[in-house]
């Protein structure tokens, strides 16, 4: 079965390091490499809790544009 492409989007939302990175890929990949990055890049630590909050978070690689306006947060 094919899986779907995801993507998780730093753009996204408004951040202080107004990072520009977009991942895509299948959904494991994309939480792997996401909680990496929010480690590395965003000091998160990655935990179990994050990776389910990266989850909560991918929207269809479809949805991918080259420019997009940040929203704040949600808090
Ligand atoms: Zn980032």
């Known amino acids: 079965m094919l899986m779907s492409r995801v993507m998780a ?7 202080d390091s107004k990072c520009s990175l ?8 994309v939480i792997a490499a996401a909680a990496q990055h929010a480690a590395d ?3 998160h630590t990655d935990t179990p809790e994050l990776r389910e909050q ?3 978070m991918l929207e269809p690689a479809e949805a991918y ?7 704040p947060f949600p808090a």
């Open 65 to 71: 544009t080259s420019q997009r306006e940040a929203e």
């Open 41 to 43: 890049v965003h000091g």
């Open 54 to 56: 990266l989850a909560g």
């Open 9 to 15: 989007d730093c753009r996204r939302f408004e951040s």
């Open 22 to 29: 977009t991942i895509m890929g299948e959904q494991d990949e």
